[in-house]
Nanobody, 120 residues
Framework: QVQLAESGGGLVQAGGSLRLSCVVS????????MGWYRQAPGKQRESVADITNGGSTNYADSARGRFTISRDNAKNTVYLQMNSLKPEDTAVYYCHAQVLPSMWAVHNRWGQGTQVTVSS
């Protein structure tokens, strides 16, 4: 069974940094796109950043220039380096991965979420 395990969330002051990690474990053929989403209280879940298997990245306007997404395919891990954090970045951050159990199927998998709280 495929599982996604996030780590690295916490409480930080505005202007500080955090690095989130997400490891995909289990049996699968390949991982395609990986990404990070977030959901603040009372708001819908939104995309923060994503990265293809080849390393191409895409960022939300709110994250561009402050956050950096990267991945280590050998470790089945995706990272999100968050700098210059703002109180409005406070949310539960979720890892997402397109996991292929075989070359003929794609499953969207989610982590359990990690809380990021930025104090002013």
């Amino acid at each position: 069974q495929v599982q996604l395990a996030e780590s690295g969330g916490g409480l930080v002051q505005a202007g500080g940094s955090l690095r989130l990690s997400c490891v995909v474990s289990g049996s699968f053929f390949r991982i395609n796109d990986m990404g990070w989403y977030r959901q603040a209280p009372g708001k819908q879940r939104e995309s923060v950043a994503d990265i293809t298997n080849g390393g191409s990245t895409n960022y939300a306007d709110s994250a561009r220039g402050r956050f950096t997404i990267s991945r280590d395919n050998a470790k089945n891990t995706v990272y999100l380096q968050m700098n210059s954090l703002k109180p409005e970045d406070t949310a539960v951050y979720y890892c997402h991965a397109q996991v292929l159990p075989s070359m003929w199927a794609v499953h969207n998998r989610w982590g359990q979420g990690t809380q990021v709280t930025v104090s002013s």
